[in-house]
T-cell receptor, first 111, second 114 residues
Framework: SQKIEQNSEALNIQEGKTATLTCNYT??????LQWYRQDPGRGPVFLLL?????KEKRKERLKVTFDTTLKQSLFHITASQPADSATYLC??????????FGAGTQVVVTP | EAGVAQSPRYKIIEKRQSVAFWCNPI?????LYWYQQILGQGPKLLIQ????????DSQLPKDRFSAERLKGVDSTLKIQPAKLEDSAVYLC????????????FGPGTRLTVT
């Protein structure tokens, strides 16, 4: 079965630094990888989507990469701020629409 | 544009009781998802609808869970009878068109089974 794995340990980072999160998947490459942010008591909020044939996507201070050789996506938050503290979820989508989330990685940005 | 609506926000029931959750997706969104999120875990897909047809219910415990999406708009998810391990947040999400696009989530229903 397909697996999608994220680092379960919380990432503690100082304000202004770059946070880098990892998402690894097994077996065949998904058509898309998506990244979501989830705050306590709320539903996930979509951040970025990257397609299988794309290497990199950017949105403001966010950057995501997709490496089909390593079967990995990296998610970067540059110039991190305390407001970026949340859990970040990676999700794979297959070409026929099957969706699967990772367990998420908590990011804590301290002033 | 109104977001995905869910109700109730919180529910506490005893084991073996039944419970129902309601979801109203964003207007015009054809695809609707129900997820179960246990504390500390990512959302787990229970069922996916395309309009009023089921696309994927492979992880739905069909002996106790059921879901419907009449008329391709609102949806209800029911648990009968509930078990302690059903305690979780139940999230509803919808997508504008493509089944592979970004999902818009509701606030979720937190269920506690005692």
């Amino acid at each position: 079965s397909q697996k999608i794995e994220q680092n379960s340990e919380a990432l503690n980072i100082q304000e202004g630094k770059t946070a880098t999160l990892t998402c690894n998947y097994t077996n065949y490459s998904p058509a898309y990888l998506q990244w979501y942010r989830q705050d306590p008591g709320r539903g996930p909020v979509f951040l970025l989507l990257i397609r299988e044939n794309e290497k990199e996507k950017r949105k403001e201070r966010l950057k995501v990469t997709f490496d089909t050789t390593l079967k990995q996506s990296l998610f970067h938050i540059t110039a991190s701020q305390p407001a970026d503290s949340a859990t970040y979820l990676c999700a794979r989508t297959d070409s026929w629409g099957k969706f699967q989330f990772g367990a998420g990685t908590q990011v804590v940005v301290t002033p | 544009e109104a977001g995905v609506a869910q109700s109730p926000r919180y529910k506490i029931i005893e084991k073996r009781q039944s419970v129902a959750f309601w979801c109203n997706p964003i207007s015009g969104h054809a695809t609707l998802y129900w997820y179960q999120q246990i504390l500390g875990q990512g959302p787990k897909l229970l069922i996916q609808f395309q309009n009023n047809g089921v696309v994927d219910d492979s992880q739905l415990p069909k002996d106790r869970f059921s879901a419907e999406r009449l008329k391709g708009v609102d949806s209800t998810l029911k648990i009968q009878p509930a078990k302690l391990e059903d305690s979780a947040v139940y999230l509803c999400a919808s997508t504008p068109g493509s089944r592979t696009g970004e999902q818009y989530f509701g606030p979720g229903t937190r269920l506690t089974v005692t």
